[in-house]
């Protein structure tokens, strides 16, 4: 079956960086658009970065800041989180979109892993 395993998150000063690893299996990779996305308490999940096969996608608020990559050899997506701030503070998922397309919708991905934690303190 299909598993998404995110690693990566932690606690961070604010202005520091994290890089957050979503390591895939049972799905053929490099088809899939991946995404990342987040949610904090009593927030709704929102959309952070996607990409495809052609594309990138980002979110207004982490442009500049955040780095969205895949490496197909290895099945993982990663994200590359620099300048953090504490309303960056939220636990991060990672989302597999069969279809390939990138949406930023959450009800258009397919897979989702369990969800990482990211603090950044003021």
């Known amino acids: 079956q299909v598993q998404l395993v995110e690693s990566g998150g932690g606690l961070v000063q604010a202005g520091g960086s994290l890089r957050l690893s979503c390591a895939a299996s049972?799905?053929?990779?490099?088809?899939?658009?991946m995404a990342w996305f987040r949610q904090a308490p009593g927030k709704e999940r929102e959309f952070v970065a996607a990409i495809t096969r052609t594309g990138i996608d980002y979110a207004d608020s982490m442009k500049g800041r955040f780095t969205i990559s895949r490496d197909n050899a290895k099945n993982t997506v990663y994200l590359q989180m620099n300048s953090l701030k504490p309303e960056d503070t939220a636990v991060y998922y990672c989302?597999?979109?069969?279809?390939?397309?990138?949406?930023?919708?959450?009800?258009?991905?397919?897979?989702w892993g369990q969800g990482t934690q990211v603090t950044v303190s003021s």
């Open positions: 989302a597999a979109e069969q279809y390939g397309l990138g949406s930023r919708r959450v009800s258009a991905y397919h897979y």
């Open positions: 049972g799905l053929t990779f490099s088809t899939y658009a």
